[in-house]
């Protein structure tokens, strides 16, 4: 086995989640990196951060594949006084060659919602959402949980299958129901509560519910229940199985690069204080 430069894991990493893929507004690819350069070690991570850049110049990772784009709203400086181009200026200076794979790795089967599928118990997965070219692709996910389960218990389950954050898991709903068909969508989830209700599900796993948004399915769809996770935790067991593709891919052409999934959280809430009414239960 050889090293690859970082063209070849490019390369790879295109031919697994194919740019073409993404949404229109999207801006995944390679940000920063020379492509002649070799690439022993990728630490892959949910936010291209500063406490992701920390540990890949700690571990000695020459790339960082990471889903959340740095700069997907453009922007008219990289000065490192800003915290992206701060980001930047670290990469360069140490080496390290930055590449996002967001709604492209959203979409490709299997991507970020069958890994989210998967940690919270569900069987039998399909898009909630199909691609217009490809029907087994898709944001999100539809399945059933084996065996149904009683609405609290699944949420216990879903915090259980992911990693620890501030916030933890909310759920909207009566907590004594049956749920079976679930519908899931890593990271922020509710523009599809269109196709949530069309899927016909019992529960939806998603992050960042808005208020309002929650508020109004709850109204239109009253037993079809909402539990809400961490962004940065609906997001993070996806790494796990792009390493392990992106290491079978790279061996298939004779090639071999180690991988390491991040430890950092990069979730930006760091403490939950519980109101009076929790303490008391």
Same mark, same amino acid.
């Given at each position: 086995?050889?090293? *690859? /430069?970082?063209? @070849?894991? %490019?390369?790879?990493?295109?031919?697994?989640?194919?740019?073409? +893929?993404?949404?229109?507004?999207?801006?995944?690819?390679?940000?920063?990196?020379?492509?002649?350069?070799?690439?022993?070690?990728?630490?892959?991570? =949910?936010?291209?951060?500063d406490v992701v850049v920390d540990e890949a110049i700690e571990t000695g990772a020459q790339l960082v594949l990471a889903h959340h784009p740095l700069l997907m709203r453009? /922007?008219?400086?990289?000065?490192?006084?800003?915290?992206?181009?701060? %980001?930047?200026?670290?990469?360069?200076?140490?080496?390290?060659?930055?590449?996002?794979?967001?709604?492209?790795?959203?979409?490709?089967?299997?991507? =970020?919602?069958?890994?989210?599928?998967?940690? =919270?118990? !569900?069987?039998?997965?399909?898009?909630?959402?199909?691609?217009?070219?490809?029907?087994?692709?898709?944001?999100?996910?539809?399945?059933?949980?084996? *065996?149904?389960?009683? !609405?609290?218990?699944?949420?216990?389950?879903?915090? @259980?299958?992911?990693?620890?954050?501030?916030?933890? =898991?909310?759920?909207?709903?009566? *907590?004594?129901?049956?749920?079976?068909?679930?519908? %899931?969508?890593?990271?922020?989830?509710?523009?599809?509560?269109?196709?949530?209700?069309?899927?016909?599900?019992?529960?939806?796993?998603?992050?960042?519910?808005?208020?309002?948004?929650?508020?109004?399915?709850?109204?239109?769809?009253?037993?079809?229940? !909402?539990?809400?996770?961490?962004? +940065?935790?609906?997001?993070?067991? +996806?790494?796990?199985?792009?390493?392990?593709?992106?290491?079978?891919?790279?061996?298939?052409?004779?090639?071999?690069?180690?991988? /390491?999934?991040? /430890?950092?959280?990069?979730?930006? +809430?760091?403490?939950?204080?519980?109101?009076?009414?929790?303490?008391?239960?």
């Amino acid at each position: 086995m050889s090293t *690859p /430069t970082l063209a @070849q894991v %490019v390369a790879v990493l295109d031919e697994l989640y194919p740019p073409a +893929w993404a949404e229109d507004w999207d801006r995944p690819g390679l940000v920063c990196g020379d492509p002649d350069a070799p690439v022993e070690h990728v630490l892959l991570a =949910v936010d291209p951060v500063d406490v992701v850049v920390d540990e890949a110049i700690e571990t000695g990772a020459q790339l960082v594949l990471a889903h959340h784009p740095l700069l997907m709203r453009g /922007t008219s400086t990289v000065a490192a006084n800003f915290p992206k181009g701060r %980001v930047v200026h670290r990469l360069i200076r140490e080496g390290v060659a930055l590449f996002t794979a967001h709604t492209n790795a959203d979409s490709a089967r299997p991507g =970020v919602s069958d890994a989210l599928a998967r940690v =919270v118990g !569900l069987v039998d997965l399909e898009p909630l959402v199909p691609a217009s070219h490809d029907a087994t692709l898709g944001l999100g996910r539809v399945g059933r949980l084996e *065996p149904p389960l009683p !609405l609290r218990a699944f949420a216990e389950q879903v915090a @259980q299958g992911l990693p620890a954050t501030a916030g933890g =898991v909310r759920v909207s709903g009566d *907590p004594d129901a049956i749920v079976e068909r679930v519908a %899931v969508c890593g990271g922020a989830g509710d523009s599809l509560f269109a196709d949530v209700r069309a899927a016909g599900v019992d529960a939806y796993v998603t992050a960042d519910l808005r208020h309002h948004p929650a508020s109004e399915a709850r109204e239109q769809a009253p037993g079809i229940a !909402l539990v809400e996770v961490s962004h +940065w935790a609906s997001e993070w067991p +996806w790494l796990h199985g792009a390493a392990e593709r992106l290491t079978a891919h790279l061996a298939s052409l004779g090639l071999s690069a180690t991988t /390491t999934v991040s /430890t950092r959280s990069s979730d930006p +809430w760091s403490f939950h204080v519980p109101s009076p009414s929790e303490t008391t239960r």
